[in-house]
């Protein structure tokens, strides 16, 4: 697995930029019912979940990440959609996106981090939040 990029820095630092210019709104799809992206206005469409309770740079806390990542699937299930977002949505609400992708559609870690990066390229996750996902996934796994 692949962590950290410059590429993916410049890129996603020159699509935010892209982004402010043309006044689009920093929302990528997941699914059809889950979108990530930074802290902006949240459309009236979307229930929000905010991912900024995780600390950034810090070993995620098992049971924040669990509590929002149940959150998202309430809201699936009410027929809502979910906007996760933290700060500039690179970090945190994509590895909480992928935490949701292992534990409620059951793919593999590998295939969380391909789905979320074919939509939000410019993700960017730091060395504790990738052990975290990989302890995650062992975690989900001795469940079943």
Same mark, same amino acid.
């Given at each position: 697995?692949?962590?950290?990029?410059?590429?993916?820095?410049?890129?996603?630092?020159?699509?935010?930029?892209?982004?402010?210019?043309?006044?689009?709104?920093?929302?990528?799809?997941?699914? *059809?019912? !889950?979108?990530?992206?930074? =802290?902006? +206005?949240?459309?009236?469409?979307? %229930?929000?979940?905010?991912?900024?309770? $995780?600390?950034?740079?810090?070993?995620?806390?098992?049971?924040?990440?669990?509590?929002?990542?149940?959150e998202i699937e309430e809201n699936?299930?009410?027929?809502?959609?979910?906007?996760?977002?933290?700060?500039?949505?690179?970090?945190?609400?994509?590895?909480?996106?992928i935490c949701y992708l292992m *534990?409620? !559609?059951?793919?593999?870690? =590998?295939? +969380?981090?391909?789905?979320?990066? %074919?939509?939000?390229?410019?993700?960017? $996750?730091?060395?504790?939040?990738?052990?975290?996902?990989?302890?995650?996934?062992?975690?989900?796994?001795?469940?079943?």
């Open positions: 697995m692949e962590g950290f990029s410059i590429w993916s820095l410049i890129l996603g630092f020159i699509g935010n930029r892209l982004r402010r210019f043309f006044r689009r709104p920093d929302i990528d799809y997941v699914t *059809k019912y !889950l979108a990530i992206g930074g =802290e902006i +206005s949240v459309p009236s469409s979307f %229930r929000p979940v905010n991912a900024r309770i $995780l600390k950034e740079g810090e070993y995620p806390n098992v049971e924040a990440v669990d509590k929002l990542v149940s699936y299930k009410k027929g809502q959609k979910t906007f996760l977002y933290c700060k500039y949505g690179r970090g945190r609400a994509p590895m909480v996106a *534990k409620h !559609l059951h793919l593999s870690l =590998e295939s +969380s981090i391909e789905k979320i990066r %074919r939509s939000r390229p410019f993700v960017y $996750l730091n060395q504790k939040q990738l052990k975290f996902l990989e302890d995650y996934e062992c975690r989900i796994k001795g469940r079943s």
